[in-house]
């Protein structure tokens, strides 16, 4: 698997494997937080929720150009690590205000943007070596996986934490009760039926006699249990750090290269010009975008998107724009994928909660909890250890081994589960992307590598254009499977009924869908950007990319805002026309882009 790649390549792998826990525990729970803690509208926790995840991404770009600036690429990423810890250990304090919540989300989005594109940047630096650039592409993908192993127990341990904390508190896990108990709270409900039955189900000790007093303990206990994940994540951060100060040695450190103070003065002269120039540009479209559209999150968006796209034209040579105009229109499609794919933690996620079953068999529950679908992936991993035709015979025994211990495991777990009733929670839904992606990574570079040998491996831009097609097709499964549906806007509050909702494999046929479109776009996107930037804009192209996320994070509020306002049918076409849209756009530039690429 690691056989001629360099040792660095490890050290990235497991620094970012903790950074990524603590992300995509803030994925799985953080627009849940938002509205059980503070009582926010879908459309609210979703603004909460895009600002943070434009910032997450949008950062980097500051943090490749310090990078860039200072050539203390690694030191850069250090002092990110440190700062999104701090954010964190913030995150973890009960009882905090929004405006504190708020700020601490900004300080692991700041720590996050001195990471994250850099250390992406270090990566792409191991492969300009002739020695392993052949290698670029499935270092992309194995660095991709490390990240994904983390981001699978996140939602684990964040659900078993937060229902750990209730579970000493007396109570057990509904996600339906937070928005009734606010209700009840603001004085808005008029029948308490439904509250009172929830309530009494919840309730270890037995009828709930006063609805007042749990109402408010429910919630407390409910937040307080995710300020708690959030400490895990904290936790996490620590290993990375660990990891990266005692290894980052085999990470390449990138030579400084002197320049005349009168040559550099120039430069820096050149930039700030081009900066103010390019200001006026994206501010002027910005304002023409708020006066058109009325929306400030898109003109903001759109505007940041303007002024980082002139800049970097501006300050490119002639022999560089090639490349970073490729570039420019590769970040332009990946906005709408991010846009896209990213409601996983938002309306898929109020998806979760508000419409799948509560409730599943015993054979599916094996996916819902983290001992049992480990030892269901055991034996999965023991099977494909026996026919593996080149393991030797020693693994092919362990794969027998394990097939049998961890068959037997899953087969006992599933024998003991409820007949008909296993409950299970939204949050779980998100480890289903990092777990396909850990599973699917080595499949796909098998089929990559077969085609490279037959000679018909697609380019890497031609494979980003694909998996805009696949990913249309991950919310068209939502699309058929919510016709019959009744959406947010008609329920006015309430949960719907249990006869209402749908199978939990809707969510997970979509997410499957969808993560094979990522392992086609985003860490093919990560090899483009590392092979085709001008060298001397290795971080700020890297923070370019990141940039283009977050503009698409931005954007995710078209889902929130939609929510309760259309059909839940339409609101997954949406997002199949921006898909299919996108797919269309990289196409109809494929020949430049691979012109660009086999000339880098």
Partial sequence: MLKGHPKGLLVAFFSNMGERFGFYTMMAILVLFLQAKYDLSAQSAGSIYSWFYFAIYGLALFGGIVADWSKRYKLVILFGIIIMFAGYILMAIPG???????????????GNGLFKGNLQAVVGQMYDNPKYDKLRDSAFMLFYMGINIGAFFAPFVATGIRNWMLRSNGFLHDGSLPSLCHQYLDGNMQNVDKLQELADKVNMSGPVADLGTFVNQYLDVFARGYNYAFGIAAGAMIISFLVYVIFNRYLPTKKVKVKTEKSNMGEVNKQVMAGLISFAIGAGIALLLYFTVGNV????????????????????????????????LVFLVVIFFWMSFHQNGLTLTMFARDYTDKTVGPFTYLFFDLNQILSFIGAIVGIVLIFNKKAKRTWRLIGAAMFLAFGYLAYYYYSHNNPTTNPIEPEIFQSYNPLFIVSLTFLVMGIFSWMNKKGIEPSTPRKIGIGMIIASLGFAVMMFGSFDLVSPFELGGKPVLEDGRVSPYLLITSYLILTIAELFLSPMGLSFVSKISPTRFQGIMQGGWLLATAVGNKLLFVGSLMWDRVPLWSLWLIFVICCLASAAFIFSIMKRLERVTKGA
């Fill in 96 to 110: 905090l205000s929004l405006t504190a919540t708020v700020t601490s989300l900004f300080v692991i989005a700041f």
């Fill in 297 to 328: 999150d898109l003109a903001f968006a759109i505007g940041l998107f303007t002024v980082f796209a002139a800049w970097i034209f501006q300050i490119s040579t002639k022999e560089e724009r090639a490349r970073t105009t490729s570039l420019l």
